[in-house]
């Protein structure tokens, strides 16, 4: 139980066939509520963060912060920085202690990318530390060719031999999901998760959750996904658990009784993903 590496996790999903929600967290109450529903649903669960928010919160906080809350679950819980745009903060992550790390070079050329994850897994490997990797383009639900132009798709004999060069321990894929809110309805390409899922025996990983429609984020644990990333959601479920509680509360003010009110709400919402995650009912 508790603190697990995200590799292992992962890799225990795709063999029970069911999807870890991957939750983007922010704070405390967004690492509480998310250990919470999973312990809730008695399935194991990753919490990481984007570091783009080190403006908010330092990485060596949150990822001390987030690894302590884990320690003490009652369930496996792994512990993630997501989406690093660069070397750097890659390894920068390492430094302050997350013990998985995302190097996303899918805006690179291939060379490119294959380069600088290569350097991500072999720092990565001295220190123990799982790296997740993108290959493909995973570009902004509200752009409609970045979800429907399968250019942009993940390639499988390029996926193939991205995996060989780089060494990676898991590979998030463009099958036109997309980050943020969708312009339109996303329409998944089962057929090339189903291509790159038998191509490679590493585990997947499923970037914009977000949106995403109930049947087609099952049928993707079922052609065995593992990892399903959702922030944008989450955040959208956080501000109206404080509009709620702030409505019902008749706005007296109380902000201690808000950061107690709004936990409720959030944490239902990741135990409706677990459950949406999880068609075969695996529990530990």
Known sequence: MSLVKVNELLQHATQHQYGVAAINTINYETIRCAINAAEHERVPIIVQFFPGFDQYIPLNHIAYMAKDLAKKASVPVAVHLDHSATYEIAVGGIRDGFPSVMVDGSARAFEENVEMTAAVVRTASVFGVDVEAELGHVGVGQNLDDITNADHFTNVDQAVEFVEK????????????????????????????????????????????????????????????????????????????FDSVIEATNHDGNGVKLLFGVQKGMTEFVIDKIRLLNPNKFSI
Do not use: W
Not at 185 to 213: E, N, T, W
């Open 166 to 241: 780089t060494g990676c321990g898991s590979l998030a894929i463009a099958v036109g999901n997309a980050h943020g809110d969708y312009i339109q309805k996303p329409d998944l390409d089962f057929d090339r998760i189903r291509q790159i899922r038998k191509a490679l025996s590493i585990p997947l990983v499923l970037h914009g959750c977000s949106g995403i429609p109930d049947e087609q984020m099952q049928e993707a644990v079922n052609l065995g996904m593992s990892k399903f990333n959702i922030a944008t959601e989450y955040f959208a479920a956080a501000y109206r658990s």
